[in-house]
């Protein structure tokens, strides 16, 4: 029986195959010249000004955050609406409420804690 | 159940049918009261008022109240949501205790926080949130909604373990919590993915079907039966049975003593709920396939969790490895796989909620600011000082041990008589032979109250009597409302634990004839 | 009889009494003497009350239905627990179910009326002691647990109410816990009742394993209506030997006898009963008139039903009964503390009861019981008012004259005498005569059963006039008796009471010798005992009455002859017979057989094991296994590094282990 699953194993090794043959062949196989210049932190084309170990404010760890669940969320309302005429009708409407409000709340929330505060 | 609710005419009773939200009310109650919480924290932002704790508490009251409703009424058809959630006896029964539980968590929550110097809003939130997440995994019989359960239950208990801000061991717990369970969710989803890969659906009553046709043909689908090893690896790590028992002991150790009480408890009995029905149910056309890896898990943590437990210097860890130990006794009753194991697991279960949250909430109230009571020492000589105390200590120690007339005598009794009734004689030795190894460390809690000699500076620790729960800063009549609350708890467990130590009906007699649903 | 209100009563009477225990034992020494000084008797009053409205609610139902059982609450009720359909019938059901029937009924009347005497009684008794409060929920408690024995309807609560009586009257024998012989008393007195207590286990464990029902099934059962319907007469017999088999039911019978024979104090287990005399005055009243002795009384009537299957059971029973009967007549003669005669009184009284019930006639058993347990509660309380008169000097040598200064008493104590002497119009002249009578007719063929029962009667009369005479008459022979005063109206009330019952109730049942019968008592009890197969023909009755009578009166004459006129040399059997004075004195010597036979060999044995088994073999044992457990408990513990990452690798590497296994069993 668990001859069925042959190809699934010739594929898991195939994946294993791959991964191993990319990691360690690419320093075999590739030229290597090292130089100060490559060494360095790639930041978008301009010579670093300073080490790249600097500490950031976790305010912005937090706005990041914040940002990206509510950008999440925001995605749903996209099916939604084009959905919400032609098959959800009033149910939709009500159940999206539901979501904004508790969205809303959310963002009250985080508001009223003082989270939206850089300082 | 429909004509209970009359509702407005413009709602969509043809997609959503009153009695499907009737079937979710305790949880719509719990998970609105949540918010309800989070709202009342912003409109009154002072520290230590007990209005949060209020709310959460009645939200808890209502909700247990809709649950008693349900079960009275106890609907023909107890599925909800086209099969995907069940609010079956079997479901209300896991309710009840996880909603007792929460009720005493949130009773003896004011007073420790205060005294440990972190009342924060977020914390009740937190609570309702994981308990809305309990609530789902009890009825919840799609794999959809299983998972929704545990990750509704387990991320805001990751954020209570590390409550504790400003101690690093919080943290630690916190950190292991979260990655752990995240790696255990990982393996749940896996296994689920396998499940519905190979029977194109996530129902479990579906699964049952397909599962029931493979038994029949005596053909057991290696890719399905994988699927249920790592869904079983999933919930072992939630339910803390060795060998996935890893995390338990550093994050018992490390969270907050009442989140500990929560999570020992609580989060056990759902992810229990969820186990029973889905191998006594779902999966039982597979017995002969799971039934001994599940006995083999029973008695490594029997043996891990009990032989451990031995060698521990601090009680919050002697208790983890004791519920690790306690999560194989109740595997037992998965095992058995009989209606006598499901109904003698639900019966541990409540039992283990009297005992267990009994034996943590005096360590919530002996706790003070800067740290929990957590070491030997501090417990030394309790007998002395306060003897309600210690002598209620004992009885929880002794009710874990499993001595008779304590509710934990009979949880134990059913569950191996269960397993003798079963033909499975091994386990019901080997849970002997571990109860009598727990018997060192219990006694050991027992004896260090009863005859050591206090430390010097722990004269001052608050006392249940006097209810002079911080002495100084706090005004008498906010330290006896609260203190009474956790002193009524405490108290309540002991007589729980004696009364259903001698009537052990009283509880039985609920379990009498519940079936679980599956969709 | 409503059941819902014979329910409320009951629970009433055996909650009263547990109520006062509970305030008086956990209020300690807090509570005011003055308020235990009410809610001790109180309770026992109140339970009385109650019993006299089941008593009345039964006497107006026609006799055939004066029992009912009714249930407290189910308990260990596996017959529901298990789930199966086959298991409810044999399911286990140690209900909490109590039997009101005229036999509980009658022994609930004489435990509360006479116990609440008692404990009024010692309010004026005890009123000086620092343990006032101790006493108290001693008292109630040992009240309740006899209430339990006797009422229980289950096998599990009698033995429950067996054993609390055994605690009970321990912590009274050893009430004065200063006193060291008071302590070892206790100790001697509840060794004894656990022995008792292991025949009776033994014996409701054999019912429980063997009795069979009417299609030869086992019961399991520990309800004795059910046990009692399936071991009578009408009971489908099996095998031809009953539904126990004939030497089961033997067994059975012998071993709820060890159990009686400890509680009612019969040989070979009766030297408590003299040392618990150790306790405060009205425990002694409390032991021997309302509860502790009578309880094996109480278990072999109850029982009847298998001792009626068991003849040679019953046979045993009788012989012992009457042979210890015989036995503390003779030491009575002897002794000189006033509390022991009695003691060895109630033995003999006792013994004569046993040899009733063993013989078959336990409705004339009871009745014994019954008058007894009026005069010997009056004698004891009237010897207590002596003791306090006397400051706790209890050697009738010392006493003398105190007819003059306590008149009330005497005449209670004289009446209680001419009661245990069986004097007409007394009550135990009724009781006494109808026992030997229905003992004749119903005894072995040997006669000679009888005759025993009548001298033992001689003995009765001349031991406890003696003491009359010694303690009452003549000079007062020391200072204490000097200055002896009346005792205290609180006292002297219970006292004055029990005279009075002591000589009014055995009218109740005059039922002997062709007589006009009266039959009030016997009546009473029918429905639960039956009469008796025969009764003594009026010819050999009469004679037998009259007989009994002469020398009961013979017995007091003899007292006067020596004690009074000294017509009779007082050495005459000491010196002549030296031996039957030394034997009787030295109480047949059981005391020291018994060191020599059992208390030494068992202490030398426990000396070897504290000094060679415990230390060496058992430390050792169990230390091995503790030092083991904490090695393997400190290698297993090496796993949990604390580590994230050795977590996520163990975790990683079980689920692989097993998923791996998994597919080995597949393929």
Redesign the interface.
Known sequence: ??FD?LPLLVFLVMVAALGVGLTFGIPLLGPRHPSTAKGLPYECGIVPAETARRRFSVTFYLTAMLFIVFDVEAIFLYPWAVLVRSTL???GL?EMTIFIA?LA?AL??VW??GALEWD | MTTLLSLPPWFPLHFVPASNLVGILPVLIVGGGSVLVLLADLAVPRRGNLVLPVISGVVVLGALGTAVGQWILNATNPVVFNGAFADDRFALFADFVVLLTALAVICLSPGYLRRRGMEEGEYYILLLASLTGMLVLSGATNLIVIFLGVELLSIPLYVLAGFARDEPLSQEAAMKYLLLGGFASGFLLYGMALIYGETGHTGLAAIHQQLLQGALSHSFDPMLLAGIALLSVGLLFKVSAAPFQWWTPDVYQGSPAIVTTFMSVATKVAAFAVFLRLFSATLAPYRSEWEVPIAVVAIISMVFGNLVAVAQTSVKRVLAYSGIAQAGYILIGVAVGSPDGTQAALYYLAAYAFMNTGAFAVLTILSQRGEDCDRYSQLAGLWRRQPLLAGLMALFMLSLAGFPMTVGFFGKFFLFSAAIHDGQLPLAIWGILTSAVSLFYYLRVILVMFTAVPDADSDTAPTLAGLSLEGTAVASSTAASVGIPAGVVVVLAGVGTVVLGIFPALIYTLLQGITVVHG | MNPTLILVLSAIVLGLPTAGFAVSAISAGRLPHRLVAWTGPGVILGAFVATLIIFVAMLQQPASSRGITVVFWHWLNTSVASGHGVAAQTGFNANFSIRIDPLSVLMMLVITGIGGLIHVYSVGYMAEDPGFNRFFAYMNIFITSMLLLVMSNTLVFLVIGWAMVAFASYALIAFWYERRSAVVAGRKAFVTQVIGDVGLYLGAFLIFLNLRGAHGQLLHTVNMQTIFANVGPGAHFHDGLGPLGGGMVTAIGILLFLGAAAKSAQWPLHTWLPDAMEGPTPVSALIHAATMVTAGVYLVARFHPIYQQAPVAAGLVAFIGIGTAMMAGIIGCTQYDIKRVIAYSTMSQIGLMIFAVGVGAYSAGMFQFFTHACFKALLFLAAGNVIHALHDDQDIRLMGGLSKRMKATFVAFTVGSLALAGIPIFAGFFSKEELLGSGLALGPAVPWLWVVGVLVNVLTSFYIFRVVWIAFRGEPRSEHAEHAHEAPLLMLLPVLVLAGLATVVGFLNVDFAGFAPITLFSAFLKPVLGVPAATASDTAGALALLAGFLLSVGGIVLVWAVYGRGLISRELVPNHLPWLYQLSFRKFYWDEIYDVALVRPTVSLATVIRRVIEPEVMDGALGGIRDSIAALADDFRTFQTGFLKDYATWFFFFAVVGLVILGLRLS
């Open positions: 029986m668990l699953y009708h009033i149910f009500v508790l709340v009250l929330y009223r804690k």
